[in-house]
Nanobody, 124 residues
Framework: QVQLVESGGGLVQAGGSLRLSCAAS????????MGWFRQAPGKEREFVAG????????NYADSVKGRFTVSRDTAKNTVYLQMNSLKPEDTSVYYC?????????????????WGQGTQVTVSS
């Protein structure tokens, strides 16, 4: 069983930055892939960024490339999402997720565990 707890959401003006954190339980964190997804009201949950096991390259949705950076700290069992140059269309509830495989997936169904989500609101 893996538990994920997100934090770091909030209200920010367009052009600003936020850093989301996702703390994971369990000693298998280093070998699991982690993903960030978001869901806006009335829309489906969508992939934002993912990072595989140590040494693998992260991947991003086209809409956030160059603005968001995903990273992980194995010692702290934590994955981060640094969000820069935020836009109003980035407003969503952001979720982190983990999967037992070491490679990421862009599919919601590809993950085994989910956090409760954290709200990010970007004002214009």
């Amino acid at each position: 069983q893996v538990q994920l707890v997100e934090s770091g959401g909030g209200l920010v003006q367009a052009g600003g930055s936020l850093r989301l954190s996702c703390a994971a339980s369990g000693r298998t964190f280093a070998v699991t892939a982690m993903g960030w997804f978001r869901q806006a009201p009335g829309k489906e949950r969508e992939f934002v960024a993912g990072i595989g096991r140590i040494g693998s390259s992260p991947n991003y949705a086209d809409s956030v490339k160059g603005r968001f950076t995903v990273s992980r700290d194995t010692a702290k069992n934590t994955v981060y999402l640094q969000m820069n140059s935020l836009k109003p269309e980035d407003t969503s509830v952001y979720y982190c997720a983990s999967r037992w495989l070491g490679t990421t997936s862009t599919l919601v169904g590809g993950y085994d565990y989910w956090g409760q989500g954290t709200q990010v609101t970007v004002s214009s």
